[in-house]
Nanobody
Framework: QLQVAESGGGWVLPGGSLRLTCTAS?????????LEWYRQTPGNQREMVAT???????TYASSVQGRFSVSRDNAKNKAYLQMNNLRPEDTGTYYC?????WGQGTQVTVGS
């Protein structure tokens, strides 16, 4: 059964950078389908921040456009979310989703 897991969260000052990694348990399944990154803040619904398609097509929420970059390495079963120029409002729990499977989330905190 497919499992996905996020890593790379942490605390960073405003303007800083973090790179999140999503790792899947299956090479064969990982290579097909859009991988989606979401985030959730307390009291709010999860919102999609970026997606990367099977062949690398990218989409971004307007709030992160130009600051975040999504990519995938199918040979390694991994996808990445590079987050630059982080703002306090980027704080939240970040999740990846693939074939309707969610990871456990990784916390990102941006603050002084």
């Amino acid at each position: 059964q497919l499992q996905v897991a996020e890593s790379g969260g942490g605390w960073v000052l405003p303007g800083g950078s973090l790179r999140l990694t999503c790792t899947a348990s299956s090479t064969r399944v990982f290579a097909y389908g859009a991988l989606e990154w979401y985030r959730q803040t307390p009291g709010n619904q999860r919102e999609m921040v970026a997606t990367v398609g099977t062949y690398g097509s990218e989409t971004y929420a307007s709030s992160v456009q130009g600051r975040f970059s999504v990519s995938r390495d199918n040979a390694k079963n991994k996808a990445y979310l590079q987050m630059n120029n982080l703002r306090p409002e980027d704080t939240g729990t970040y999740y990846c989703k693939l074939h309707n499977k969610w990871g456990q989330g990784t916390q990102v905190t941006v603050g002084s």
